[in-house]
Nanobody
Framework: QVQLVESGGGLVQAGGSLRLSCAAS????????MGWFRQAPGKEREFVAA??????????RYADSAKGRLTISRDNAKNTVYLQMNSLKPEDTAVYYC??????????????????WGQGTQVTVSS
């Protein structure tokens, strides 16, 4: 069983920055592929960024909307994955979810590869 707890969301003006954190339980965190997804009101949950486990050399993968503005990283010593968000836009407003895949080493944009999810943290970007 893996528990994920997100933090760091909030209200920010357009052009601003936020850093989301996701603290995970589990003894083999470094082997998990980790992902960030988001869901805006009335829309489906969509992929934002993912980072592979240690056997995938912690390679990262991004949605086109995230490239150049958002950066995913992880600290295996702290069992934590981060999402640094810069140059935020109103369309980034959503609930952001952290996800863990205990069976998939590569960074994946497919929700079905993730077997644990956090409760979500709200990000609101005002214009």
């Amino acid at each position: 069983q893996v528990q994920l707890v997100e933090s760091g969301g909030g209200l920010v003006q357009a052009g601003g920055s936020l850093r989301l954190s996701c603290a995970a339980s589990g003894r083999t965190f470094s082997s998990y592929a980790m992902g960030w997804f988001r869901q805006a009101p009335g829309k489906e949950r969509e992929f934002v960024a993912a980072i592979g486990g240690v056997l995938a050399a912690h390679t990262a993968r991004y949605a086109d909307s995230a490239k150049g503005r958002l950066t995913i990283s992880r600290d295996n010593a702290k069992n934590t994955v981060y999402l640094q968000m810069n140059s935020l836009k109103p369309e980034d407003t959503a609930v952001y979810y952290c996800a863990a895949s205990t069976n998939w080493r590569n960074p994946s944009d497919d929700r079905r590869t993730y077997d644990y999810w956090g409760q979500g943290t709200q990000v609101t970007v005002s214009s």
